[in-house]
T-cell receptor, first 112, second 116 residues
């Protein structure tokens, strides 16, 4: 069993749709949860970061963490074609030396 | 602020040949990471440096992979000899302060290696 599981997609949605991306994990020590966006042939860039359980909102993006269920989500409201990319969840823990464990990534395409 | 620089961007070699990748991190960043990203997978950490010392190389295949970070700035990653399964994108990342769990890693564009 992988430490972090993520549906690889691809996920195709119409412009303006609400997108839900999810990851599950098995290591209860994880405390810091991130979402990275990776455009084709580019390196990942940090989109959202959350510590422990709860919600965090940034513009059209909302990150949710449910530690009791070991489940994290990223919601994208009013999705745009420019949101088309691969979304990677990543996580780490205090004392982990900032070592990130990534999911496989979900490929998202937002169509006009 | 200049980002993480990597070269070359693309490399095609035959199996059993050697190859080297170069990374220049963001100025002032103490920690440098090399990741391997195989198509359809998330990045996997190969080695982590803090300044010029190795913090974690537990997932580096040391029989064929080597890395160094001389003077705590630039870094090179070498594969010798390459195998078909080494075909991947090699990502370099850097961060300012290690060990906090909140230290953002900034990634370079990666080097896409194809081994024939």
């Amino acid at each position: 069993q992988k430490e972090v599981e993520q549906d690889p997609g691809p996920l195709s949605v119409p412009e303006g749709a609400i997108v839900s991306l999810n990851c599950t994990y098995s290591n209860s020590a994880f405390q810091y949860f991130m979402w990275y966006r990776q455009y084709s042939r580019k390196g990942p860039e940090l989109l959202m970061y959350t510590y422990s359980s709860g919600n965090k909102e940034d513009g059209r993006f909302t990150a949710q963490v449910d530690k009791s269920s070991k489940y994290i989500s990223l919601f994208i409201r009013d999705s745009q074609p420019s949101d088309s990319a691969t979304y990677l969840c990543a996580m780490t823990f205090t004392g982990g030396g900032n070592k990130l464990t990534f999911g496989t990534g979900t490929q998202l395409k937002v169509e006009l | 602020e200049a980002g993480v620089a990597q070269s070359p961007r693309y490399k095609i070699i035959e199996k059993r040949q050697s190859v080297a990748f170069w990374c220049n991190p963001i100025s002032g960043h103490a920690t440098l990471y090399w990741y391997q990203q195989i198509l359809g997978q998330g990045p996997k950490l190969l080695i982590q440096f803090q300044n010029n010392g190795v913090v974690d190389d537990s997932q580096l295949p040391k029989d064929r992979f080597s890395a160094e970070r001389l003077k705590g700035v630039d870094s090179t990653l070498k594969i010798q000899p390459a195998k078909l399964e080494d075909s991947a994108v090699y990502l370099c990342a850097s961060s300012f302060t290690p060990g906090q769990g909140t230290d953002t890693q900034y990634f370079g564009p990666g080097t896409r290696l194809t081994v024939l």
